[in-house]
Each structure stands twice: as structure tokens, then as C-alpha cells.
């Protein structure tokens, strides 16, 4: 029979599993607590980066079907929970990893699709979500202006026209 805290702890890593759109497992061996603090700071409040027991992260993640943690939970894991924009979280993870080369990411699941770290790679290398909204806006207003450019162009034609007849008759007047 399992212990009531190691229950409630395989409880709370499931809830954090099912509360998140996408999960970066990583190994943090050789980072100091200050260097860890520093992390969570820098991932921001919509990510809960967790250091947890392997055995327990395995028996969470697979109540919940992630099958992708099974074969990687070796060593001291610690895992970034994500309910924000995962591109921010991401691109924390992968600019504290260059800084600290002793955080190594291992794996990840974004919307129960498994990511390798060369994922991990490419979605931080994304813009954010807000910047590609913006983007995708700027692309559709110009092509409204162009339309309406277009729309406009044979009344403009029209009225040059009539005023270089007028022009033209007044000249042979």
C-alpha cells in the first residue's frame, strides 16, 4: 500500500500534468538552488518548474498517457510545467541552458505530441504568440489596402480622364 504523502504527491504531479499544455522534461545536476531560483524567475509565472522523485513522475505520467518520460527519468529530473505560451517557456529554458550548460533538456510534450530537445530547439526559436498575431494583423490590413486601392483605382482613372478632356478642350478653345 503507497504512503499518504507519496500518494498525494503522485496526486499533485498529476493535476500538474493534466493542468498544462505542455511538459519540458530536464536535468538540472550541477546547478546550485541559487541557479535554480533563477530559472523559475526567468520562466515566469505561467510555468511551475518542479523537482520530483523519478518514480513518482513516472506513475503520474502515465495516469495521464505520457509514455514519452518513462525511458528518460534517470538522474535528478526536474520538470517545467507549462500553462502559458509554451514558446515563452521554451525560449527561457533554451537561454538558461546556454547560459548554464549543466541544465539539459531532455524531453518534452506539447498538447500530447512528444518533443525531442532538437524540438525544444525549434520552438524557441519561434516569435511569440502576440508578435505573430501582430504580424498575421499587419498582412491582413495591407492586403485591405490593397483592395481598396484596387476598388478605387477606376473612379481615379474615370476623373483623370474627364480632366484631361477638359483640359484638352479648353486648350483647342
Known sequence: MARPDKAAAVAELTELFRDSSAVVLTEYRGLTVAQLQELRRALGADTHYAVAKNTLTAIAAREVGYTEFADKLAGPSAIAFVTGDPVNAAKGLRDFAKANPALVLKAGVLEGKELAPADLEGLADLESREVLLAKAAGAMKAK?????????????KTVRTIEALREKQADAA
Open 144 to 156: 485591405l489596402s490593397q483592395a481598396a486601392a484596387l476598388f478605387n483605382a477606376p473612379a481615379s
